[in-house]
């Protein structure tokens, strides 16, 4: 089965660092997803990594694995407006995406 | 750009009626558009995907009857819930998947801002 794990929640302090692990199988892959949902809102595309390494855009930087079906999102300099659900997402063969139950993060002044 | 778009942003109605949902892509073509469902404070569920001037391929478990689902050109997709009960209150989110070379990244999912359904 098809099959994308992420911790439920996390904690972390305003002005840190903090990395949100995504494990994965899935039926094929065309890419990996993360976005950011804050409550009540829909979801927005942060990153999209299909080749192993490290892709950084300002704050935020993602990884990804292949061979170990891994792949984490950090955030750096915390802001207390990163307070939101954090989805990772897998494209399959079909490119259709698997969701991820998503992480919590809840950032503490 | 990837801008999609959803209309109304919410809608409170009477139980029996029905209820008609819009999702534009505003500046890029989607062949294909998704349609969602989050209860509180839970994960994305997938209702359909919907590609253009095609039927619309339904998940297990979704009453393609009640959900219906038009893709009418490449830019515009709608979800009428029939018959609404109070059940089917929920944040209800599209996405269209970019399948142009004008983004920064093609087969992304990018999402409408939701529609807050209350049934009565």
């Known amino acids: 089965g098809q099959n994308i794990d992420q911790p439920t929640e996390m904690t972390a302090t305003e002005g840190a660092i903090v990395q949100i692990n995504c494990t994965y199988q899935?039926?094929?892959?065309?890419?990996l997803f993360w976005y950011q949902q804050h409550a009540g809102e829909a979801p927005t595309f942060l990153s999209y990594?299909?080749l192993d390494g490290l892709e950084e855009k300002g704050r935020f930087s993602s990884f990804l694995s292949r061979s170990k079906g891994y792949s984490y999102l950090l955030l750096k300099e915390l802001q207390m407006k990163d307070s939101a659900s954090y989805l990772c997402?897998?494209?399959?063969?079909?490119?259709?995406?698997?969701w991820g139950a998503g992480t919590k993060l809840i950032i503490k002044p | 750009g990837a801008v999609v778009s959803q209309h109304p942003s919410w809608v409170i109605c009477k139980s029996g009626t029905s209820v008609k949902i819009e999702c534009r892509s505003l500046?890029?073509?989607?062949?294909?558009m998704f349609w969602y469902r989050q209860f509180p404070k839970q994960s994305l569920m997938l209702m359909a995907t919907?590609?253009?001037?095609?039927?619309?391929?339904?998940e297990q478990g979704v009453e393609k009857d009640k959900f219906l689902i038009n893709h009418a050109s490449l830019t515009l997709s709608t979800l009428t819930v029939t018959s609404a009960h109070p059940e089917d209150s929920s944040f209800y989110i599209c996405?269209?998947?970019?399948?142009?070379?004008?983004?920064?990244?093609?087969?992304?999912?990018?999402f409408g801002p939701g529609t807050r359904l209350t049934v009565l």
């Open positions: 996405s269209a998947r970019s399948t142009g070379t004008s983004l920064p990244i093609t087969d992304t999912q990018y």
């Open positions: 500046d890029f073509q989607a062949t294909t």
């Open positions: 919907s590609n253009e001037g095609s039927k619309a391929t339904y």
């Open positions: 899935t039926s094929g892959f065309n890419g």
């Open positions: 990594n299909v």
């Open positions: 997402a897998v494209a399959d063969s079909n490119y259709q995406l698997i």
